[in-house]
């Protein structure tokens, strides 16, 4: 890896990883009690070497375009347990412990709160705590 500004601060162990030409790699959020998927974002090299380091998820909002804490606005953490690169190294894989119970922006304990029955989709996990009650009403 080369010394440069940009990735000066960027560990060895990151290169390993096939990020997309973006730069960015799919992490899955799974509960470390349950084994339960809570969800799904994107990682960039930064976002990744600081979940490491600080032990709470960190994510990179492409809408955003920037990093992201789990839990910096509805105060639901994701404490981060076992960080895991999958064998074709282009998906990491956190094992996390939910702060609050709930991962996804709908106040649902998981994002994954869909099933397909008969050609649509439906709702089949309870909104545990209404998302304007976490966020606020825009």
Known sequence: MQDSPDNADIPDWLETIRWTADGLVPAIAQDAATGDI???AWMNRESLRLTAEEGHAVYWSRSRGKLWRKGETSGHQQVVRDIRLDCDE???LLKVEQKG?????TGRRSCFYRTLENGEWVSVEPVIK???AIYGSN
């Open 90 to 92: 282009d998906v990491i």
């Open 101 to 105: 119970g709930i991962a996804c922006h």
């Open 38 to 40: 809570l969800m799904m």
């Open 130 to 132: 209404d998302p304007d």
